[in-house]
Each structure stands twice: as structure tokens, then as C-alpha cells.
């Protein structure tokens, strides 16, 4: 058995990846997780579920204003 690369230690699909950042929004993360994200993700999914996840935050924040200004 040999070294395992780089791009064989990352096996963690996309949902994982959601699910990580998902998370990581509240701050909410155990050391243990942290690091197998860490060993296992894939960093351009990485990247791509953050931009997704800022959006959707985004756009929540948004329809929240939208909805009390229009009350108001």
C-alpha cells in the first residue's frame, strides 16, 4: 500500500460540502468534523457551496426587509 494522493483523500461529494458550510454558518463545528472536512473536501466545491450559501443568505435577508418595510 502506497501514499494515498491528494485527490484520493478527497472523496466528499457536493452535499457534504453543503452540509459542511451549512454549518460552518453558524459556527457550529466540532474539531473532530472540522478536520475530516478538512482531509476530505474538495476545495472547488468548497468554494462553490460558499458562494451559494452567501446567496441564499442574501436573499433571505432581502425578502426579510422586503416583507417589514412593506408592512410598515
Known sequence: MGRQTDKEKRQAGFGATMRAVFWSFFGVRKRKDYEHDAAHLNPIH???????????FIGILVLVVHIAVAKA
Not at 468548497?46 to 441564499?56: D, E, T, Y
Open 46 to 56: 468548497l468554494i462553490v457551496a460558499a458562494l451559494i450559501g452567501v446567496l441564499i
